[in-house]
């Protein structure tokens, strides 16, 4: 069984209650604090920077963050989100003027490195850097805003990253963003998937229960993540 990890993007949590929110998702049993980070350029909205990141590391939060940069362009904010607490940070190779170099200032800053693909952008950049990725992050969705339906065309990319993946022999992970429910994570984690993003279904089926709390829809992604059957 793959090592899958659940990572709530806090994009749907109550940016009023933060640090409580992100405390109960990670109680819950989740894995990763997802950050979409949007610049109202790159993609049409504006959301958070690296202060909302140290502010939660400040705050005790000890789980691995993995930043999702929706900027362009990005190396000037990398090593910004790195001294914020970041772990992972992953960007389009669209924003970026020399991919190699974006992603080599990622590990030299000190944190591990992906790249972010948008579902009609090709995975021919891999070609030339797997040996500098440490996660794939495939959008199911345009990137921009949270809420959206899954993009169903992404299942068989997804099983073509796996395939690039398993061929490198590298430990790379392979993450999925954008629609990812209690009724397809099985499915999207049967086509390659071992991180899972997922906003609105965490955090809004939280707020109908009691005291903010998430157990409830994470054991149930747990629950149908066991039942898959991977090669």
């Given at each position: 069984m793959r090592d899958y990890k659940i990572a709530p993007s806090i994009l749907s949590a109550d940016f009023a209650r933060l640090g409580e929110e992100v405390d109960n998702v990670l109680a819950a049993g989740a894995d990763i604090v997802h950050f979409d980070v949007m610049?109202?350029?790159?993609?049409?909205?504006l959301t958070i920077g690296p202060?909302?990141?140290?502010?939660l590391r400040k705050h005790g939060v000890k789980a691995d963050i993995d930043v999702h940069l929706m900027v362009k362009p990005v190396d000037r904010i990398i090593p910004d989100f790195a001294k914020a607490g970041a772990t992972y940070i992953t960007f389009h190779?669209?924003?970026?003027?020399?991919?190699?170099?974006?992603?080599?200032?990622v590990r030299d800053s000190g944190c591990k490195s992906g790249l972010v693909f948008n579902p009609a952008t090709p995975l021919d950049?891999?070609?030339y850097v797997m040996d500098k990725?440490?996660?794939?992050?495939?959008?199911?969705?345009?990137?921009?805003?949270?809420?959206?339906?899954?993009?169903?065309?992404?299942?068989?990319?997804?099983?073509?990253?796996?395939?690039?993946?398993?061929?490198?022999g590298r430990d790379i992970r392979l993450e999925i963003d954008g629609g990812v429910k209690v009724d397809n994570i099985r499915q999207i984690a049967e086509a390659g998937a071992d991180t899972f993003v997922a906003g609105s279904a965490i955090f809004g089926a939280g707020r109908t229960s009691d005291a903010h709390r998430y157990d409830t829809v994470v054991k149930a992604m747990r629950a149908e993540l066991e039942k898959a059957k991977v090669g």
């Open positions: 610049d109202n350029h790159y993609v049409p909205n202060l909302v990141c140290e502010a190779p669209e924003a970026s003027e020399h991919i190699d170099r974006s992603l080599s200032l950049y891999l070609d990725v440490d996660m794939i992050l495939l959008m199911s969705v345009n990137p921009g805003f949270g809420g959206q339906s899954f993009i169903s065309s992404s299942l068989p990319k997804l099983r073509e990253a796996r395939r690039l993946i398993e061929k490198s």
